[in-house]
């Protein structure tokens, strides 16, 4: 019996004689530690946990134009901080395109990076200390790999959200990387991101420029009444295509040659009795008219596209006025590349957002 109670572990003796534990070893502190999770005294959030660490949590790949995300991590956290961001992420890609192409958004204990380009955003979520520099080289690798990987056609026809789910492999990948500060030293160089950022800061969202994750609108808020209608008197078209550019060269050419015809029409006019002048104006009005549906083609206004059609309107009763002057093909010509041109306007239309996309 008194060996049975002379059986004192040894952690609770050096505590019931004063003894200080010796040097080099402090096992109490850690024994505490599993003694009180155990029993669920003071359990820390795993959510707290990540904030204390500094690393990258999730990364996004989103198309500008309407918000579709094409691909993202697969291994999204489920706390509630990380919640609340994914509906920060949604209200981001509902407006990409009126956001600099390079933005901070601070949400408390997480900050949300992006960067777009050649219309596709790269959007992450870090803890709040995790630093800037790391945070844009990681993005930039992203979108350096998405751009080799995926040509630029396979994007803008792209209809199924993450359809480019595959690519969360270089993500997790990458990520890895990035959290990894021992392995991703000797891998980049992170001077010339430095010297970027420093000189072209990252524009700072504020919660009121968003607007709430509920729908409450904001500066930046989109019309959704229309086709891809939005506010913004700076509003981007949508990409161009071949045959946009076709448009606008064959637009060009008309208004070459009536520019032409124009000049010639004034030396036939000094030296005749002025018979010739209603030609000129028709000549002239035939190449405002080309040359506005170029500015149509190419920069967002509105009533854009009432205006092509009365553009083309005007093309049309110019080529009647000059039937004298022109042959058959010629005015097919003319007329057929307006109508061509106006075609095209009406088919690029502003980028707008799809209100049901879910990222």
């Not at 803008?156 to 969360?168: G, Q």
Request: net charge positive; hydrophobic share 40%; charged share 20%.
């Amino acid at each position: 019996m008194e060996r049975g109670r002379g059986l004192i572990p040894l952690g609770a003796s050096h505590v019931a004689r004063g003894a200080a534990p010796r040097r080099g070893h402090s096992p109490a502190p850690q024994c505490t530690a599993r003694r009180v999770t155990r029993s669920g005294g003071s359990r820390l959030d795993r959510s707290s946990l990540l904030v204390e660490m500094s690393m990258i949590l999730s990364a996004s790949v989103i198309r500008v134009r309407d918000g579709l995300p094409l691909s993202a991590s697969t291994d999204y956290e489920q706390g509630t901080g990380m919640q609340e961001c994914r509906k920060y992420f949604k209200v981001l890609s509902r407006k990409l395109a009126q956001l600099p192409d390079r933005c901070t958004l601070k949400t408390g204990r997480y900050n949300i990076n992006f960067i777009s380009s050649m219309g596709v955003s790269y959007m992450m979520l870090c803890t709040e200390n995790y630093p800037n520099v790391l945070a844009f080289s990681f993005l930039d690798e992203l979108q350096k790999e998405f751009i080799t990987t995926y040509n630029m056609m396979k994007t803008n026809t792209a209809v199924r959200p993450y359809c480019f789910i595959e690519f969360d492999n270089f993500i997790q990948r990458t990520k890895q990387r990035y959290n990894n500060p021992r392995s991703l030293s000797t891998k980049i160089n992170l001077s010339d991101m430095q010297m970027e950022i420093k000189l072209r800061p990252p524009y700072q969202i504020s919660m009121g420029e968003l607007g709430s994750a509920n729908g409450v609108t904001s500066a930046f808020s989109v019309d959704y009444k229309g086709a891809g209608k939005i506010s913004s008197a700076h509003q981007r078209l949508e990409p161009a295509t071949l045959s946009g550019i076709v448009a606008f060269i064959l637009s060009l050419l008309c208004a070459a040659l009536n520019l032409i015809r124009g000049f010639h029409a004034i030396e036939s006019l000094l030296q005749s009795d002025g018979e010739d002048f209603n030609y000129i104006i028709a000549f002239f009005l035939g190449t405002a008219a080309c040359l506005y549906q170029c500015y149509l083609l190419v920069y967002y206004t509105s009533w854009r596209n009432v205006k092509s059609f009365l553009t083309f309107g005007l093309i049309c009763l110019c080529n009647m006025y000059l039937y004298e002057l022109r042959n058959l093909w010629q005015l097919f010509f003319h007329v057929t590349v307006g109508a061509f041109v106006t075609l095209q306007i009406w088919l690029r239309q502003a980028q707008g957002k799809a209100p049901d996309y879910d990222v």
